[in-house]
């Protein structure tokens, strides 16, 4: 009787357990703040030059950060006549209209694309491309002048390296004290690895935590672009792709309770027609949205100053 007693509280404790992990994502939903959003121009906000520079154009994702009043934008420049990708930066008081602060890449020779930035302490943490679709790590004390750390070491839950091959587009989030990096393979799925040191990631799970599918807006590629917390709960801008060859981009939304279980919005996209890569600012009762496919482009949600 005794085991028996033991087995069904042992039961009952872990389908309570099951319960309140799943009812938080069960019942989330997504604020209206968060999904809808309206341009106020469709001229884009920032893109390449167009003239013979070394950024004369520029490539998803960029990353910006607002600091006090002034926004600071972290971009990836490119020419035709050179294959590898440098890293711009600018600011800008409103969020609009943007200076560059150097005539040429402020970390050159090195390739660096798709980053994201945290500041953590007076530190600033950069994740970024590098060639190869290789995820490695920079830092900075004034967001100007980087200094290169390497290459992300992953390692599966066992502690053995991911296999060979790219691991891109990292996003970055620091929540209660650790580190957590969703990087994508290929575009074929997103995973979550874990850091305390900024050294040593481990994968939470060698599973996808978001994958593919099964809805055709996301069916042939994901990647995260950036992950926030809002009102007790995570939410993941995360760029797709409906077509096998990736001619077209969009951006979409899920949410989680803990990083790991993942709800996609049953609306997504967001945004269609390559407005993709998308990241949220808050500004006022609403958000900013800009997507930077290309060209950066600005959205605002209701309650967003304008």
Known sequence: MKMKGLFFLFCLASSISSCQRGMPLKTAK???????????????????TGQETWDKQIRERGFILKEGRKFHLWYTGYSPASPTKFLGYATSRDGLTWQRQSSESIHPGQWVEDMCVVKSGKTYYMFAEGEGDIAHMLVSKDRVHWQEKGNLDIRKVDGSPIRKGAYGTPTVLKAKGIWHLFYERDDLGIWLATSKDLKTWTNVQDEPVIKMGPDTYDLFAVAMNQVIRYKGLYYGYYHASAFKDWHEWSTNIAVSSDLIHWKKYEKNPIMGNNQSSGMVLKDGKGFRLYTMHKKVNLYFSEGASK
Do not use: A
């Open 30 to 48: 997504f604020p209206q703040e968060l999904i809808q959003f309206k341009s106020i121009s469709q001229v884009p906000i920032f893109s390449g």
